[in-house]
């Protein structure tokens, strides 16, 4: 059983800058691809951004493209999620996600993941 915890929301400024963090306890970390995901008030959970057991694949939703780095340090067991000129429309609760793969396929679909944090709250204010 994974235990994933995200940190790192808080609310800050049109523009500006955060970095999420995921720390996963309980598993083998390597062996799991993981993924960011966001969800809107009123808003079905969406893809944000995933990166493969090695680090050697990513993939990002194309709103965020150019502005969010996913990353990950397997001797931590955490996956990281730079995110540079937020909008207000970023605002979300983001979540990461586990998924027990060494592939990299249909990671935008929510139920390829077995586990979720509980997720970190990010505000953007314009």
């Known amino acids: 059983q994974v235990q994933l915890v995200e940190s790192g929301g808080g609310l800050v400024q049109a523009g500006g800058s955060l970095r999420l963090a995921c720390a996963a306890s309980?598993?083998?970390?390597?062996?799991?691809?993981m993924a960011w995901f966001r969800q809107a008030p009123g808003k079905e959970r969406e893809f944000v951004a995933a990166i493969s057991w090695s680090g050697g694949n990513t993939g990002y939703a194309d709103s965020v493209k150019g502005r969010f780095t996913i990353s990950r340090d397997n001797a931590k067991n955490t996956v990281y999620l730079q995110m540079n000129s937020l909008k207000p429309e970023d605002t979300a609760v983001y979540y990461c996600?586990?998924?027990?793969?060494?592939?990299?396929?249909?990671?935008?679909?929510?139920?390829?993941?077995?586990?979720w944090g509980q997720g970190t709250q990010v505000t953007v204010s314009s």
């Open positions: 309980g598993g083998t970390f390597s062996r799991y691809a």
């Open positions: 996600a586990a998924d027990w793969t060494y592939g990299f396929k249909n990671v935008k679909a929510t139920d390829e993941y077995e586990y």
